[in-house]
């Protein structure tokens, strides 16, 4: 039986709800109201001023209460005025292959594992059957373990780390950066964050939650075979030279990214579908998905919030165009069509950049008055933060549990 990792990031659902370089956004930087009213988590107190800022006129008001140990998620809409502005920009500087999230010993530093999309853009009258090699299928998944991009910085410690600390503020994966950021908007996922400083800088790493596995164990077959038709659709569409084998979804191709979100600097891996290969020297990163409809027409993007899930995961990584498989009931695509992700942010009325960037933006500063011990051999500090979408609440701990010990030995001695 083939076995592989669901690829999370490419559920589709019956009604759906959600050239890599230097490019350059503006995002708005704005105060939520204090009139948000929200439930906090009185676990470990600590004292804490309230941040205030100041609006174009002069008036002072409240970001957010961050008392004890907890940070009220705003409601979006204030979020989203505009009053100071700071910029956004990223760029691909390193890439590589991984078999495992959590072996360095299968990351290997080549293109051995870029796959290669081997259709026109728009393709119509096109025949995929989704449901073929389901019955073997075994999904696992995927690692949400950071070693992988550990075992990248020490190949590049002299680009990264000078005068004994590192050259950026954060180190997560892409999708640690969408839950953040998606959190304005989430009402039914949870998560948890581990978060350990470390020479000045912040690694942030994914842990599975209660209510996560629960959601696992109750999957629909139905919502089995969509995570499923993600993996055979790649399949279908692309192809890699070096391989001859059928694709195997344990076998990813990473970029790794820079970016800044005002004076934070990010560095982040971001699993890449595969590329378009534009001239004989010249690729772009595109993203693939399934959905169900005849056309892109059928696609509630005016409403529906989780398209904008697909627009960061494009925008982070500087991915301009989606593929979009446009299938029926049956799991058969029958057409394939472009998706600009401009176009996607153009006919929302339910979300902004904005919003995302300015929330996360909140949040750094949150994590960074509350994460002030460096993590060394002695004193394994590790800063837990929960989602709690039932209150809009994040909440943070201080934890001694070994199993969030997420950075290991093997990186930690070569920069001691």
């Known amino acids: 039986m083939a076995s592989a990792k669901t690829k999370s990031d490419e559920k589709d659902e019956p009604v759906i709800e959600e050239e890599t370089g230097v490019f350059q956004r503006t995002i708005q930087q704005i105060s939520p109201s204090t009139k948000e009213k929200r439930k906090r988590n009185e676990e470990i107190p600590v004292e804490s001023p309230k941040k205030c800022s100041h609006r174009s006129d002069g008036n002072r008001c409240s970001i957010t209460e961050m008392k004890n140990n907890s940070l009220s998620v705003p409601f979006w809409k204030n979020l989203n005025h505009r009053q100071s502005s700071f910029q956004f920009q990223t760029h691909e500087i390193g890439y590589f292959s991984l078999l495992n999230r959590t072996d360095d010993k299968e990351c290997f530093e080549d293109k051995r594992y870029l796959r290669v999309y081997k259709y026109p853009l728009k393709t119509l009258n096109v025949n995929f059957d989704l449901k073929v090699g389901e019955s073997d299928f075994i999904s696992e998944g995927q690692s949400k373990n950071i070693n992988a991009m550990l075992w990248w910085i020490l190949r590049h410690k002299q680009d990264i780390f000078k005068n004994n600390q590192f050259t950026f503020d954060f180190l997560s994966w892409r999708g640690v950066l969408r839950l953040i950021m998606f959190s304005i908007y989430e009402k039914h996922s949870d998560w948890l964050l581990a978060v350990i400083k470390f020479k000045n800088a912040y690694f942030l790493c994914e842990f599975e939650t209660d209510m996560q596995k629960k959601d696992e164990q109750n999957m629909t077959p139905e919502h089995r075979s969509f995570c499923y038709y993600g993996h ?148 394994k500090d590790v800063v837990l933060f929960r989602f709690l979408p039932s209150s809009q609440t994040i909440t943070m701990t201080k934890s001694s549990d070994s199993k969030y010990h997420f950075l290991p030995d093997w990186c930690f001695n070569q920069f001691i």
């Open 232 to 379: 055979k659709f790649e399949e279908y569409v692309t192809k890699n030279d070096t391989l001859t084998e059928p694709l195997n979804p344990s076998r990813q191709f990473a970029g790794v990214f820079q970016a800044t979100i005002g004076s934070y600097r990010l560095l982040y891996g971001a699993e890449m579908d595969c590329v378009v290969e534009k001239s004989s020297s010249i690729t772009e990163h595109i993203e693939l998905k399934v959905c169900a409809g005849r056309s892109l027409d059928d696609l509630p993007f005016k409403h529906n919030r989780k398209f904008a899930k697909w627009w960061i995961q494009c925008f982070l990584v500087g991915i301009k165009t989606m593929v979009i498989g446009l299938r029926d009931n049956n799991g058969i695509v029958n057409s394939l069509t472009p998706l600009h992700i401009t176009d996607i942010e153009t006919a929302t009325c339910t979300w902004t950049r904005q919003s995302f960037f300015n929330f996360f933006f909140l949040f750094a500063e949150f994590l960074k008055e509350h994460v002030t011990n460096e993590y060394s051999y002695n004193h």
